[in-house]
């Protein structure tokens, strides 16, 4: 190889060593991304997004954060209450980096620090409660977990925004009695519901029906009072119409004997007593006709 094709040579690989230096110097960093750069072994900056250039065989990308909030879950662990029964707990943690050389430097895997913190203060909160305040305090444990994970997580530059339970799984033994328990509830409450509204039915017919008799008993009285107001109408017409009429003896003894016949009617009895009047009717009908009576 002559010198002409070996300075060739040379410079085609110097053409090509620079545009790989320059290419790697030219860092394009996405939306939400951070670059954590070292410059000789020691951290120098964070590229955040947008177009950023490293010195060539100084700068070094020691790591590369995402800045979106992140969701982690959990797998279940065995957590003792205070009765002592062993449920199973799983959670969801949601949180998001906020400094990414604390991230980077202060913890070498947050993510399993965050797992182990995690299930230490399960263990510690639901430690201090019942099964039935562990199952019914879902809130109260989010919260509890929640404080004690931001405050630890705080120097590693990342925020906890959330944490949920997934699920709380007593023991199958536990869950059955539970069940019973709950069965027992129900049929309580359907026969107290089924006794209290038969209850009710009694105390409405009881209701309906003294109604009932007061409406009757106030329609007869109105009823009495109409009839017996009639009845006085009638008697005050009768009475003011003979008055007014004058009548004279000998019809008033005709109308006694026309409507005296009227008393033989009756089925209780067939012996009946003639009234002492009907001799001074009979008379008085025989002068009104012009006869005189056997008297004199």
Same mark, same amino acid.
């Given at each position: 190889?002559?010198?002409?094709?070996?300075?060739?040579?040379?410079?085609?690989?110097?053409?090509?060593?620079?545009?790989?230096?320059?290419?790697?110097?030219?860092?394009?960093?996405?939306?939400?991304?951070?670059?954590?750069?070292?410059?000789?072994?020691?951290?120098?900056?964070?590229?955040?997004?947008?177009?950023?250039?490293?010195?060539?065989?100084?700068?070094? !990308? &020691?790591?590369?954060?995402?800045?979106? =909030? *992140?969701? %982690?879950?959990?797998?279940?662990?065995? +957590? #003792?209450?205070?009765?002592?029964?062993?449920?199973?707990?799983?959670?969801?943690?949601?949180?998001?980096?906020?400094?990414?050389?604390?991230?980077?430097?202060? !913890? &070498?895997?947050?993510?399993?620090?965050? =797992? *182990?913190? %995690?299930?230490?203060?399960?263990?510690? +909160? #639901?430690?201090?409660?019942?099964?039935?305040?562990?199952?019914?305090?879902?809130?109260?444990?989010?919260?509890?977990?929640?404080?004690?994970?931001?405050?630890?997580?705080?120097?590693?530059?990342?925020?906890?925004?959330?944490?949920?339970?997934?699920?709380?799984?007593?023991?199958?033994?536990?869950?059955?009695?539970?069940?019973?328990?709950?069965?027992?509830?129900?049929?309580?409450?359907?026969?107290?519901?089924?006794?209290?509204?038969?209850?009710?039915?009694?105390?409405?017919?009881?209701?309906?029906?003294?109604?009932?008799?007061?409406?009757?008993?106030?329609?007869?009285?109105?009823?009495?009072?109409?009839?017996?107001?009639?009845?006085?109408?009638?008697?005050?017409?009768?009475?003011?119409?003979?008055?007014?009429?004058?009548?004279?003896?000998?019809?008033?003894?005709?109308?006694?004997?026309?409507?005296?016949?009227?008393?033989?009617?009756?089925?209780?009895?067939?012996?009946?007593?003639?009234?002492?009047?009907?001799?001074?009717?009979?008379?008085?009908?025989?002068?009104?006709?012009?006869?005189?009576?056997?008297?004199?």
């Amino acid at each position: 190889m002559d010198s002409g094709t070996l300075l060739t040579v040379l410079i085609v690989l110097l053409v090509l060593l620079v545009i790989v230096v320059v290419v790697r110097s030219i860092q394009v960093v996405p939306q939400s991304r951070a670059l954590v750069v070292e410059r000789l072994g020691k951290f120098h900056s964070v590229m955040y997004a947008g177009l950023h250039l490293l010195v060539p065989f100084v700068d070094r !990308i &020691a790591a590369r954060v995402d800045l979106r =909030e *992140q969701v %982690t879950t959990f797998e279940p662990q065995p +957590v #003792i209450t205070a009765d002592n029964v062993v449920v199973s707990i799983d959670s969801v943690i949601y949180y998001q980096v906020n400094d990414p050389m604390a991230a980077t430097y202060e !913890i &070498a895997d947050y993510i399993r620090a965050i =797992e *182990q913190l %995690t299930i230490t203060t399960l263990r510690n +909160v #639901i430690g201090s409660m019942d099964l039935e305040q562990t199952l019914t305090s879902r809130d109260e444990i989010n919260a509890s977990l929640r404080g004690v994970l931001d405050e630890a997580t705080g120097k590693w530059g990342i925020r906890i925004n959330r944490v949920e339970l997934k699920s709380i799984d007593p023991p199958p033994t536990i869950q059955q009695a539970m069940e019973q328990q709950l069965r027992a509830d129900r049929d309580k409450r359907a026969t107290i519901l089924q006794a209290e509204g038969v209850r009710q039915s009694q105390i409405l017919r009881a209701e309906g029906e003294k109604q009932s008799a007061i409406l009757q008993a106030q329609g007869a009285a109105e009823a009495a009072v109409t009839r017996a107001n009639g009845e006085a109408q009638a008697i005050d017409t009768v009475f003011t119409a003979i008055h007014e009429g004058r009548p004279t003896p000998d019809l008033l003894s005709y109308e006694y004997l026309r409507v005296l016949p009227n008393i033989a009617n009756g089925t209780a009895s067939k012996i009946w007593v003639l009234p002492t009047e009907l001799t001074a009717a009979l008379n008085a009908v025989t002068e009104g006709f012009g006869g005189k009576s056997d008297g004199k």
